[in-house]
């Protein structure tokens, strides 16, 4: 593996990295994808589910028991036929 030297960066406290922010004590979501999250408008066609469900997983190991919390959004996903946005996808939303 090369390294490019004018591409490196040493000695920082903290940096983002891939959506993720990186320093001395682990790893972060970054606050720009939560705030991507929040401000999105409830999905009204599949394809805005699945960037949902795309920006989900992403952040996904930073939510406590988020497959539990996603779950009404991904069965609404799953339904092949018939698209329906309900209650229980505006509540897990």
Same mark, same amino acid.
């Given at each position: 593996m090369k390294l490019n030297p004018a591409k490196c960066v040493s000695g920082m406290a903290s940096g983002k990295f891939l959506s993720f922010i990186i320093h001395q004590r682990g790893i972060d979501v970054n606050p720009e994808k939560? !705030?991507?999250?929040?401000?999105?408008k409830?999905? &009204?066609?599949?394809k805005e589910v699945q960037c949902l469900? =795309?920006? *989900?997983?992403?952040? =996904? !190991?930073?939510i406590s028991l988020a497959s539990d919390r996603s779950y009404p959004i991904l069965w609404a996903l799953? &339904?092949?036929?018939?698209?329906?946005? =309900? *209650?229980?996808?505006?509540q897990a939303f």
């Open positions: 939560i !705030r991507a999250i929040i401000d999105m409830p999905p &009204q066609i599949v469900v =795309g920006r *989900l997983v992403t952040i =996904g !190991r930073f799953k &339904q092949n036929k018939s698209f329906s946005w =309900g *209650l229980e996808c505006y």
